[in-house]
């Protein structure tokens, strides 16, 4: 076997094929610290539920001040290279032309506004983990759906990294959501627009679209897809995806497509069906 030889061929690829190449790290957020990041940000939503740590009175105050100062260190970091990636890429200017600009000012005070809003998030986390509980008879408790359940898992990764993306942050926003889509198979897209009281029971298979809005008090179940009529390119900066006003129960494996497609407060839209038009409040459709 001859190493060199290989070493050859992906070097050569990396030559031929640049578009996928990332060798200037320093250039573009890196996966891995956003993962961190977002696991940090976890611990402090869930205090002593994510990491196991001894946490008491006399030391919460400490802990929780070394945990914020990490995280905006490091996500002031993440958020400046996305900035500077986004604004060479759109602006086709060089990296070095760019450096000298507000970047890191602007990465910085929206590391510190996202820490301003977690006792926001928390708020609506809460009620989410509530709507959970009181909306699957199987759950005894709300630490175990805190523990154990992976919608609630990627409805508080979508809330978190929401706020980013509301907040003009490239690229980092869909690495949050999309690890934990590799965790939970739940896809939110952190474009879309969510209330409270937010319950995805099971989850496996579920996709909510980048400009879906959904209003308070919804329940969907396992392989729901809120997605789009048409996936052309040039409708990107168009409503693609449907709006599910309050109190809207969806249940396992429905398609409901269109940006013009409105499920009225209170619908109750059943199991395998295929929804593309607006529905008015009340309404129930069922697989006929």
């Excluded at 891995?32 to 105050?61: A, H, K, M, T, W």
Aim: with cysteine; charged share 20%; proline share 3%.
């Amino acid at each position: 076997m001859n190493i060199d030889k290989l070493v050859d061929g992906i070097l050569d690829s990396y030559n031929q094929y640049g578009l996928i190449n990332r060798s200037d790290t320093d250039s573009f957020p890196n996966r891995q610290v956003v993962v961190n990041i977002l696991q940090d940000l976890q611990y402090l939503i869930f205090p002593g539920f994510r990491v196991d740590e001894d946490i008491n009175p006399s030391n919460i105050r400490y802990i929780t001040g070394q945990r914020i100062n990490n995280i905006i260190t490091k996500l002031t970091k993440e958020i400046e290279k996305a900035l500077i990636y986004t604004i060479t890429q759109t602006k086709n200017t060089n990296e070095s032309d760019v450096t000298s600009s507000h970047c890191f000012k602007l990465a910085e005070q929206t590391a510190v506004a996202l820490i301003e809003e977690l006792p926001e998030i928390r708020r609506k986390i809460q009620l989410d983990t509530i709507a959970a509980f009181n909306g699957d008879p199987a759950a005894k408790s709300n630490e175990e759906v805190i523990l154990s359940y992976p919608g609630l898992e990627a409805i508080l990764a979508y809330r978190l990294a929401h706020f980013l993306y509301k907040n003009g942050v490239p690229v980092i926003p869909r690495i949050m959501t999309e690890h934990v889509h590799g965790k939970t198979g739940i896809d939110i897209h952190p474009g879309a627009n969510i209330g409270e009281s937010f319950f995805i029971d099971h989850g496996t298979g579920v996709v909510i679209g980048e400009t879906c809005i959904i209003g308070n008090n919804v329940k969907i179940y396992q392989g729901v897809t809120l997605g789009a009529l048409s996936v052309k390119k040039n409708l990107q900066n168009k409503k693609r995806h449907p709006t599910i006003e309050d109190n809207v129960t969806i249940y396992a494996n429905a398609t409901i497509l269109g940006g013009d497609t409105i499920i009225g407060k209170g619908s109750v839209i059943g199991g395998n069906t295929w929804v593309t038009e607006s529905v008015k409040e009340g309404t129930v459709i069922t697989q006929g």
